[in-house]
């Protein structure tokens, strides 16, 4: 049986309490979810409903209270610093913000050397591997000896997620990460999502609180409201016809969907629709509309 890339199973995390003022909180409740190998599960909801917690959970950069996370057959909900640091090489992050995100005082060159140096790369072989993740990103070679500033939103978080690329990960977990640029650079660096994920067979769990670009880059679509999923499934059903309340008020609110995809993808999120499917039949949780 090909088992998930990714299983998060019924999470808990709560936030330790400050006092009387500050009780603890449980933001996340019994949350379950599955990734496939190569495939990108969306993660939607309003601002404040848990989905950049989530995300940070299975980074290990939130505590987890109950429930567990499995990672390609390993339970790494209470993964130690070491742990982490070999984890590293197949689970990355590209955040929200590519103005923070990067350091504005080093070049992209060593920018993008970091995670390589970290693993050992002999610095030959990081140079190689630097030029090729530019390319793979649409950046001029050149662009190594810049800085961030020299570059635009839309280039920054290309540089991050060259960054995040560096050591052929098997998910990355991408945090409102088109949410920062403005509405054509966000449908460019989309597609170099889809792009990348077509090339690498990279799995993404894709947090956004718009509805419109879930669709765009979605196989799966899970809806988190105030830290329950409380819908998921297939992108084009849940955007379609959803279930729950609160995904019908999301839809009234999106705006205008994306352009429709090529054939081509429509094809991928079949075979991985089908993938799923037999994957669920043959565990016995097939989950709704999947
Ligand atoms: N370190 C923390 N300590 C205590 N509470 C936190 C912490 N981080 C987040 N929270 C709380 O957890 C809840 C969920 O926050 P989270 O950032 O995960 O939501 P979100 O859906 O990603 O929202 P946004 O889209 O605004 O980023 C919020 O009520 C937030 O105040």
Known sequence: MTQPLLGVERLGVTYPGRGFRRPASAVLKEVSIEIAHGETLGLVGESGSGKTTLGRAILGLAPVTSGRII???????????????????????????????????????????????????????????????????????????????????????????ARALALSPRLIVCDEPVSALDLSTQARVLDLFIEIQERTGVAYLFVSHDLAVIRHISHRVA?????????????????????????????????????????????????LRELHREQNLQSGALPARV
């Open 223 to 271: 809806v988190m409201y105030r830290g329950e999923i409380v819908e998921q499934g297939d992108a084009e059903l849940v955007t379609s016809e959803p279930e729950h309340p609160y995904t019908q008020r999301l839809l009234l609110a999106a705006p205008v969907a994306h352009p429709v995809r090529q054939e081509k993808r429509r094809a991928e999120r079949f075979r």
């Open 71 to 161: 990672f390609d057959g390993e339970d790494i909900s209470h993964a130690g610093r070491s742990e982490r640091r070999r984890l590293a090489k197949d689970l990355q992050v590209v955040f929200q913000d590519p103005y923070t995100s990067l350091n504005p005082a080093m070049t992209i060159e060593s920018i993008l050397a970091e995670p390589l140096q970290a693993a050992g790369a002999p610095t030959q072989e990081a140079r190689a591997r630097i030029r090729e993740l530019l390319d793979q990103v649409g950046l001029p070679a050149d662009a190594a000896r810049r800085l961030p500033r020299e570059f635009s939103g839309g280039q920054r978080q290309r540089v991050a997620i």
